[in-house]
């Protein structure tokens, strides 16, 4: 069955500091990976695919199908990068399955 | 501006009320979804649409229904709403594969 896992609920970390957020996935196809951010009142929005290899607000993330792994990371964190960060696997005709969601402070 | 709505934003209503929650896009998008969020919860599809009378039920079971009778509007309807259909339903819609979706501000229903 496809499974997206966010092992990490919360997050915390200090302005300046890198952030690696989590996101490992079951499939046996070939995966479409995306990350969705959702900022204090807003709506749920795409931040990265993975098949535009694309830096976003200076988050990557790059899929490793060895590890099944699709990590978003970022060098130096931002407090503006405070937010609930969903990563999303894309199956048959793009239905997305989301992850239980990662919630990141950025501490001053 | 293309974008894709949804009414209300919020609404609380007595069990057993008939409810149909409002959501339409402006991109031209085939396929439209709902999913159903509980607070620093996952989202589940409870419904999908490919396009104009085309519906299917999502991952996570409902007793909602939709409909998809013009490629803008795709409403969710629950004919007798109780306490566990308190939830937030987010509408959302896409062009195709690796496109990713765009979704609505959600509706935060609550039954009492």
């Known amino acids: 069955a496809q499974r997206v896992t966010q092992p990490e609920k919360l997050l915390s970390v200090f302005k300046g500091a890198p952030v690696e957020l989590k996101c490992n996935y079951s499939?046996?196809?070939?995966?479409?990976l995306f990350w969705y951010v959702q900022y204090s009142r807003q709506r749920l929005q795409l931040l990265l695919r993975h098949i535009s290899r694309e830096s976003i607000k200076g988050f990557t993330a790059d899929l490793n199908k060895g590890e099944t792994s699709f990590h978003l990371k970022k060098p130096f964190a931002q407090e503006e990068d405070s937010a609930m960060y969903y990563c999303a696997l894309g199956k048959g005709a793009q239905k997305l399955v989301f992850g239980q969601g990662t919630r990141l402070t950025i501490n001053p | 501006e293309a974008d894709i709505y949804q009414t209300p934003r919020y609404l609380v209503i007595g069990t057993g009320k008939k409810i149909t929650l409002e959501c339409s896009q402006t991109?031209?998008?085939?396929?439209m979804y709902w999913y159903q969020q509980d607070p620093g919860m996952e989202l589940h599809l409870i419904h999908y649409?490919?396009?104009?009378?085309?519906?299917e039920k999502g991952d996570l079971s409902s007793e909602s229904t939709v409909s998809r009778i013009r490629t803008e509007h795709f409403p969710l309807t629950l004919e007798s709403a109780r306490p566990s259909h308190t939830s937030q339903y987010l509408c959302?819609?896409?062009f195709g594969t690796g496109d990713g979706y765009t979704f609505g501000s959600g509706t935060r229903l609550t039954v009492v």
């Open positions: 499939y046996s196809g070939s995966p479409e």
């Open positions: 649409s490919y396009g104009v009378n085309s519906t």
């Open positions: 991109m031209g998008h085939d396929k």
């Open positions: 959302a819609s896409s």
